[in-house]
Nanobody, 125 residues
Framework: QVQLVESGGGLVQAGGSLRLSCAAS????????MGWFRQAPGKEREFVAA????????YYADFVKGRFTISRDNAKNTVYLQMNSLRPEDTAVYYC??????????????????WGQGTQVTVSS
């Protein structure tokens, strides 16, 4: 059974940076892609970024392009989200997830099978 554990969230001032990590554990971990989503209070969970495991193709939501960078370390079964130039509207719980099946572009919630517990990111103005 694969488990995902996020870390790296916290409180930061606007303009600051945070780096989120998501480590996958389990006897055998194989995936097509891993992604990051976020959910602010009262809002739907939304796609942030994704990366394919074999060739590191990346996908980003428009609102994070140029500010966030997703990367992965296959040897550690870990995906990262470097977040720069943070804004108060980036405040949310950030979740990582794994897309095992690889049906289409990994940018929708329904692509993903296993989710982490989430890590809180709070950006103060």
């Amino acid at each position: 059974q694969v488990q995902l554990v996020e870390s790296g969230g916290g409180l930061v001032q606007a303009g600051g940076s945070l780096r989120l990590s998501c480590a996958a554990s389990g006897r055998t971990f194989r995936t097509y892609a891993m992604g990051w989503f976020r959910q602010a209070p009262g809002k739907e969970r939304e796609f942030v970024a994704a990366i394919t495991w074999s060739n590191s193709r990346t996908y980003y939501a428009d609102f994070v392009k140029g500010r966030f960078t997703i990367s992965r370390d296959n040897a550690k079964n870990t995906v990262y989200l470097q977040m720069n130039s943070l804004r108060p509207e980036d405040t949310a719980v950030y979740y990582c997830a794994t897309d095992i099946r690889g049906w289409g572009q990994p940018v929708g919630r329904t692509n993903y099978d296993i989710w982490g517990q989430g890590t809180q990111v709070t950006v103060s103005s």
